[in-house]
């Protein structure tokens, strides 16, 4: 999901190499204008906060469930961001 919000950025003119600050230029300016449904925001947020507590935490387990929960939001969450740039 970074990868596919990061090449919407560059397409945007905007850089950044931190996650927290992307996200934070997505939610200003695509999801706080209506440009792309809140639904959106809340899943590159939670996606990051797993992954974040996932590089920190000592044991963190998901189960297949919650996997999959996530593949298919990350899949909507590319398709998406594809919609924007017209890809």
Same mark, same amino acid.
């Given at each position: 999901? !970074?990868?596919?919000?990061?090449?919407?950025?560059?397409?945007?003119?905007?850089?950044?190499?931190?996650?927290?600050?992307?996200?934070?230029? !997505?939610?200003?300016? !695509?999801?706080?204008?209506?440009?792309?449904?809140?639904?959106?925001?809340?899943?590159?947020?939670?996606? !990051?906060?797993?992954?974040?507590?996932?590089?920190?935490?000592?044991?963190?387990?998901?189960?297949?469930?919650?996997?999959?929960?996530?593949?298919?939001?990350?899949?909507?969450?590319?398709?998406?961001?594809?919609?924007?740039?017209?890809?």
């Amino acid at each position: 999901m !970074f990868y596919s919000l990061l090449a919407l950025a560059l397409v945007e003119q905007f850089e950044s190499s931190k996650h927290s600050q992307l996200i934070g230029w !997505f939610n200003k300016n !695509f999801i706080h204008t209506r440009i792309i449904n809140e639904r959106f925001g809340k899943i590159i947020s939670r996606a !990051f906060n797993r992954r974040t507590k996932s590089d920190y935490d000592t044991y963190v387990n998901y189960d297949k469930s919650e996997a999959e929960e996530m593949f298919s939001e990350m899949k909507d969450f590319v398709t998406e961001i594809k919609r924007i740039l017209k890809v």
